[in-house]
């Protein structure tokens, strides 16, 4: 198992970085860097379950640990999806994975995104670790050229 963390500094509010991370359409044009057409279903809250998934169905499956409004944001992924139904080989269902996502506001006014990822599989966590760099410069770009 791997774990992996990412930063990036954005030119906007934290209110707006948030914003535009988990608003529905915004996340279908920044998460394009890991497949064309992902999509999310469910809810925010604390406790809530997520599904994120492409096109064909397949994804994750994720309950919402932790929301604090624009500071922090932590998911334990539960399943994978195969054409929208649970996986029952999934590591994921013996040693569920977790995506942390953390704001703090820089000088100037500005956001500071860390993302962690803990557990994951040795292999997806690779792919993801090629994959994330892109998705964030793509939320960068997004959140800054927001008016």
Not at 49 to 55: A, E, G, I, Q, T
Not at 88 to 110: K, N, Q
Request: charged share 25%; with cysteine; aromatic share 10%.
């Amino acid at each position: 198992m791997k774990d992996l963390s990412f930063d990036i500094d954005i030119a906007a509010p934290v209110a707006r970085v948030w914003d535009c991370m988990l608003d529905p359409i915004a996340y279908r044009d920044w998460t394009r860097a890991f497949c064309e057409g992902s999509y999310y279903e469910g809810s925010w809250a604390e406790g809530s379950r997520m599904r994120f998934r492409d096109p064909d169905g397949n994804g994750m499956d994720a309950i919402v640990e932790q929301n604090r409004l624009h500071e922090r944001l932590s998911l334990r992924l539960v399943d994978d999806l195969s054409q929208g139904r649970p996986n029952p080989d999934s590591p994921l269902t013996r040693s569920p994975a977790h995506e942390i996502y953390e704001f703090s506001a820089t000088a100037g006014g500005g956001t500071r995104l860390a993302v962690h990822l803990k557990g994951w599989d040795d292999g997806f966590a690779d792919m993801m670790a090629g994959l994330w760099p892109s998705a964030l410069q793509r939320l960068k770009a997004l959140a800054e050229s927001i008016h």
